[in-house]
Structures are given as C-alpha cells and as structure tokens.
C-alpha cells in the first residue's frame, strides 16, 4: 500500500515553522498500517500548488492533504482536489465531517473534500496536528476496501 501525505501550509512551506501535522498523520497511519509506504511533501497554499503536489504523488494509492480547507482566502486545497480529481467521492468527505463534529462543533468550518483520479484516492484534511491523527485514524480502516473496490473486486 503507498499512500502520500501533503501538507498545505504557506508558513510551514517556508521554513517559518516545522510542519507538525503531516509527521503527526503519517505516524499514526504507520500505527494502522506498518507495511504501508508513506511519501511526504510539503507545499504553500494555492491551487497550482497543490495540483502539482497531487501530480507528483500518482503511485499512491491513496492521498492525505493536511491543511488549507478552511475557510481562509489562502484556504484553496478542497479547490485544487477538484482540477485534480476525475470524479468526486462525497461520502469520504461526509464519513470525515460527521465524525469530527463528534470531537468539535468547528469541523463545520472544514471545506474539505474527498475525490478519485483513476484508482487512487485524495482525502483533504484539516490542518492541525490533532485533525491530522483523528483523521488518519478513521480513514485508515478503509484503505484496504477502498483500493479493492477500486481495482473493481467488488463488495
């Protein structure tokens, strides 16, 4: 299983300060999936940004974005996903909503969305570390099926 996970963050992209979340979601999706493969970028807001990102990353079966789906004028990577994506997957992005207003009433403030480019996933997800993890640790269960269901092996 190869998954990236892309960090969506102007400061963070600078130098200004470590990223944080991106580490933090990729340990916690080693945590569920020690075998995995996990490639790690890091990239400023915007959407030619994140849609280069995407790009680079067309081995992976699945793609975690951290960052940049608020509702911030810099906040474009739900914007990005969509040029990127071949088809939309509003479940994923309902599945990711629904659970995190469990942990905050501010997960409404998440644009984020969930999409496919050929088999391969593209999951946005909030920017911080603690969104980060949760959100890793609730899509990981689904990596397995979902590729599955992708290569066309059914339910």
Partial sequence: ?????????????????EDASGPAMVK?????WP???????IVPDGVEPVTSA???HTGA?????????????RDLTPEATAVYCDRLM???AEYCR?????????AVFSRGIAGMKGTQYIVNCPGSVKAA???????????EHGMEMAAGKGH
Avoid at 28 to 32: F, G, N, S, V
Avoid at 61 to 73: H, N, Q
Wanted: glycine residues 8%.
């Fill in 28 to 32: 916690a999706i080693l945590e569920c």
């Fill in 90 to 92: 509003p479940g994923l």
């Fill in 1 to 17: 299983m190869k998954i990236a996970v892309i960090t969506v963050s102007d400061r963070a992209s600078a130098g200004v300060y």
């Fill in 61 to 73: 079966d699945w793609i975690l974005t951290t960052g940049g789906t608020g509702p911030s004028p």
């Fill in 35 to 41: 075998q995995a493969s996990v490639d790690t970028e």
């Fill in 98 to 106: 629904a659970c995190s207003l469990e942990e905050t009433p501010n």
């Fill in 54 to 56: 995407l790009g680079r």
């Fill in 133 to 143: 993890v949760f959100h890793a640790r609730i899509l990981a269960p689904l990596f």
